[in-house]
């Protein structure tokens, strides 16, 4: 039989498909696509990568703005957090916040990886832990001594060789949410991504519509989602019972980051509004809007 040229073609058929499969492959480096697509320029860019304008520090047993051991740094277009200056850890838990505006409907994006060893005396939960912490209250209305901002906290976490450990989980400081229709009160929910071990980068997504849906990404699908944030709970002292308000919907709040004892790098900070002009006649339309803004469409 002319198996031959049978072969031939075959074989050739195959390298065809392995070189589009090759051509279709994103760079190891390229961030997967999220829930939205969106124009690059499209992008507020929270973290400029030169400086910490328009971020501000909260660390427990200090007072908004102080950065002790100047544990929160930009090097080398990075936004570091290090604890190479500390002696050694004892609560005092750190925030970094941006303080410029709140947010309400928008899709949040991190890259960032876990690197060196987490300070001595940190707790062992906090081994390659950071968050997003996400409707927070403005840092002013934070104690002095308090640990964490009330907020929902998307759990950034790494891998270090002992099972799997997911990254994009919920942790609740001071709130609830609801999920499969009823309101969960249990402090932190894995999700369903990969382990990501040593110091690879990793790009998580968070999707907020107000208090109305919130959804977490990794590697450009989706891992966890859930309902109508709102405060409750604790994991969060001292606490002003003035601000705490049990049962308040969270549907909007400012946005911070971790310092949490572990090393930490973000080479992107970025979000992109998802409120805006939703005319399609409009020449500031934009397709991925879920919600309209007044005043937000040119003539």
């Known amino acids: 039989m002319p198996r031959k040229p049978l072969c031939r073609f075959a074989a050739l058929a195959l390298a065809?498909?392995?070189?589009?499969?090759?051509?279709?492959?994103?760079?190891?480096?390229?961030?997967?696509q999220g829930p939205v697509q969106a124009e690059?320029?499209?992008?507020?860019?929270?973290?400029?990568?030169?400086?910490?304008?328009g971020?501000?520090?909260?660390?427990?047993?200090?007072?908004?703005?102080?950065?002790?051991?100047?544990?929160?740094?930009?090097?080398?277009?990075?936004?570091?957090?290090r604890y190479d200056d500390w002696p050694t850890f004892d609560g005092e838990f750190g925030h970094i916040f941006y303080v410029e505006r709140p947010f309400s409907y928008y899709v949040l994006?991190?890259?960032?990886?876990?690197?060196?060893?987490?300070?001595?005396g940190g707790p062992d939960w906090a081994v390659r832990n950071n968050g997003l912490m996400l409707h927070s209250p403005h840092p002013k209305t934070m104690l002095r001594d308090q640990d964490f901002p009330i907020s929902i906290e998307v759990q950034l976490l790494g891998g270090y060789g002992k099972g799997p450990r997911s990254t994009a989980n919920l942790c609740t400081?001071?709130?609830?949410?609801?999920?499969k229709g009823r309101l969960e009160k249990a402090h932190c929910i894995n999700s369903s991504?990969?382990?990501y071990e040593g110091d690879q980068w990793v790009r998580v997504e968070v999707e907020v519509h107000g208090d109305e849906l919130v959804r977490h990404w990794v590697d450009g699908r989706p891992v966890l989602e859930y309902t109508r944030p709102q405060m409750g709970g604790g994991?969060?002292?001292?606490?002003?019972?003035?601000?705490?308000?049990?049962?308040?919907?969270?549907?909007?709040g400012y946005i911070s980051i971790q310092a949490e004892t572990a090393p930490?790098?973000?080479?992107?900070?970025?979000?992109?509004?998802?409120?805006?002009?939703?005319?399609?006649?409009s020449p500031n339309y934009r397709s991925y809007y879920v919600k309209p803004k007044p005043g937000a469409c040119a003539p």
């Not at 492959?25 to 961030?31: T, V």
């Not at 601000?243 to 969270?250: A, S």
């Not at 992107?268 to 399609?280: A, N, T």
């Open 16 to 32: 065809a498909l392995v070189a589009v499969a090759a051509a279709a492959r994103p760079e190891a480096d390229a961030p997967a």
């Open 40 to 53: 690059p320029g499209d992008w507020i860019q929270l973290f400029n990568g030169r400086d910490l304008s």
């Open 55 to 81: 971020w501000v520090p909260k660390f427990t047993k200090y007072e908004l703005g102080e950065n002790p051991y100047n544990t929160v740094r930009v090097e080398d277009g990075l936004l570091r957090i």
């Open 109 to 120: 994006a991190a890259e960032y990886r876990f690197v060196d060893e987490q300070v001595a």
């Open 173 to 179: 400081p001071g709130s609830h949410v609801v999920m």
């Open 193 to 195: 991504s990969a382990t």
């Open 235 to 252: 994991a969060v002292a001292p606490v002003d019972p003035a601000v705490k308000v049990d049962g308040t919907p969270m549907a909007s």
């Open 264 to 281: 930490t790098d973000f080479r992107k900070i970025e979000l992109l509004d998802l409120e805006g002009c939703m005319d399609p006649d």
